[in-house]
């Protein structure tokens, strides 16, 4: 490959295969989109493994063309040339006096090496990536970062490697827990790696060459120029669903050098999330707000696809907001930004936005909801006398409803709950899922950041997980350490917390709240709903968040019979975040 060239198009010089040598002698490529005339310009820079060369369209069709649709904001004012997947559209921000890099990872697109993804080599090779763009002739020595899932979820990595030229850092629907947020949740195994990587990651791994993709942006090859054998393809790579497989604990060194060190997060930060991301990115950006260092740190939470708001009017100008603040210095209005800013939901895919304190919401009322077996209802009391409901372990589980509620009701922040069990087996894997009906007992669903049916909260939990870290844990966020297995005897009661992600709904008055206690995953009761080309063809509530590993979940330990326990020393509950109904504005 020869060192890289230069030319003119759209407005824009773009410096194709730009080489950044890396401590081991591996040049790692990158494309360099910056302004026509001669200066030092703040850098936006994103590093991932998903081919900067290939086009937006090209693998993730139905994404875009769906957002080009619905979202004309979108692909206004550019040509789109080089739209590509989860980062900025460089026409959109080099206008604005902004250089824009994109790196291939280590392994991907067109750099060579090892794939191995999230790994702490990946982090380091991102952090000189950084110090690379910070002293280029063209730069102005600030970097800041930005970008969507894999390109967020990276920056808590780096960030806590404190590069001195990363200035600000933009997390768009961002994990940052890759044991809690992405392979095991609660401690079951979860199936999206097993989906994602082949489709995403090995379809444009470095050495696919004249068997990948041409890219429509310069003709070159996303994933070439070398075309490897498979063989060669397959030593080159390490195989990231059985490292998941392989790794069941979060005591594995394979997650312990993925995981940051919050103390040392200390750049300024914009942290971005996703009401419907269910099974991967809403907790980290939550996480990440709450548990870095820094002391320049913003929250927005906002809903629909997990892709779409990053490239509307109102991402863009949010992020140029942001780094205009902290990259070029410009009066923006950056420093009376709120520190939280959420976009509320309400049935409909209707949003309304409001500012915040802090997060959680300062002035939550925390509310216990008592199940009762009785008549499988949510109530303010705890249970009198003792009572228990037995559903089967690999089944559809129980549901518990409120009376309608007599008034909108916002429920907004994190949610636990803390239930009793029995199971005839040495385990059992809890599913819950926090619901809403209409007084005809219609759920209420949204248009999830994936699955067009996404329910109102989920969480998890395998009982041989339930040791917590008394540390870390909170009463609204319960933080498992998942470093050991701790059987069940069965037969056995075992008091279990159980960690509830993040969510935002205004209950309209009449409507009723549920809380469904599962032995599976959770199915929208509507049927199947259309999914994505790279993910599935069909969605059924949780999208590709899927825990169906028969290795896993073996029926003679989790097919047994479970049992919820409630008694008067035995108060199982529902704690949700309930905002006072004053501050519920309508949409």
Known sequence: M????????????????????????????????????????????SYGPYGKLLHFEDLYTDQWRRMAEDHPDVVAGSTNQYQNWEVVDPEKWVPDGYAVVRIDSRG?????????????????????????????????????????SYYAMNQWQVAALQPPHLAAICIWEGAADFYR????????????????????????????????????MNGDWVAGPPTLTDEELGSNRRDFWKDCQDNPLDSAEYWRSRMP??????????????????????????????????????????????????????????????????????????????????LVRHPGEKFVERHEEDWPIPRTDWTRLY????????????????????????????????????????????????????????????????????????????????????????????????KLDETLSLPYRPYHTHDEKQPLVPGEIYELDVEVWPTSIVVPSGHRIGLTVRGRDYEWPGGSGVGLGTLGAVFTGVGPFKHDDPGDRPASVFGGKVTLHMAPDKPAHLLLPVIPDDDNAQP
């Open 181 to 216: 947020d992405l392979s095991h949740h609660g401690g079951i195994l979860c199936s999206f790696g097993r989906t994602w990587f082949p489709s995403q990651v090995i379809s444009v791994q470095h050495g696919k060459g004249k068997k990948g993709y041409r890219s429509r």
């Open 371 to 466: 199940l009762d077996p009785r008549d499988h209802s949510l109530g303010e009391s705890p249970m009198s006398e003792s009572a228990s409901v037995t559903y089967a372990g690999l089944g559809d589980g129980v549901t518990f409803l409120t009376a309608p509620v007599e008034e909108a009701t916002e429920i907004t922040g994190p949610i636990a709950a803390k239930l009793w069990v029995s199971s005839e087996t040495e385990d059992a894997d809890l599913f819950l899922v926090v619901r809403v009906f209409t007084p005809d007992m219609k759920e209420v669903t949204f248009q999830g950041a994936l699955d067009p049916n996404t329910p109102i909260a989920q969480g998890w939990l395998r009982a041989s997980h339930r």
């Open 108 to 148: 991907a697109g067109r750099s060579p090496g090892l794939l191995d993804i999230w790994s702490a080599r990946e982090a380091r090779d991102f952090h000189d990536c950084i110090e690379w763009a910070g002293v280029q002739p063209w730069s102005n020595g600030k970097v800041g970062i930005n970008g969507i």
């Open 2 to 45: 020869s060192d890289f060239r230069t030319e003119v198009r759209d407005g824009m010089n773009i410096d194709w295969d730009v080489p950044i040598v890396m401590d081991d002698g591996i040049a790692l490529r990158c494309d360099v989109y910056r302004p026509l005339d001669d200066g030092r310009y703040p850098v936006i820079i």
């Open 261 to 342: 060190d919050w103390s040392k997060v200390e750049v300024p930060l914009f942290s971005s999330g996703n009401w419907g991301g269910q099974g991967l990115h809403p907790r980290g950006n939550f996480e990440g707000f709450v548990r870095s260092a820094s002391s320049q740190k913003w929250l927005e939470v906002h809903g629909i696809e997990h892709w779409t708001e990053f490239y509307t009017d109102y991402g863009v100008a949010l992020q140029k907001k942001f780094f205009g603040h902290f990259l070029k210095g410009e009066d923006t209005g950056w420093e009376n930004q709120p520190k939280v800013q959420l």
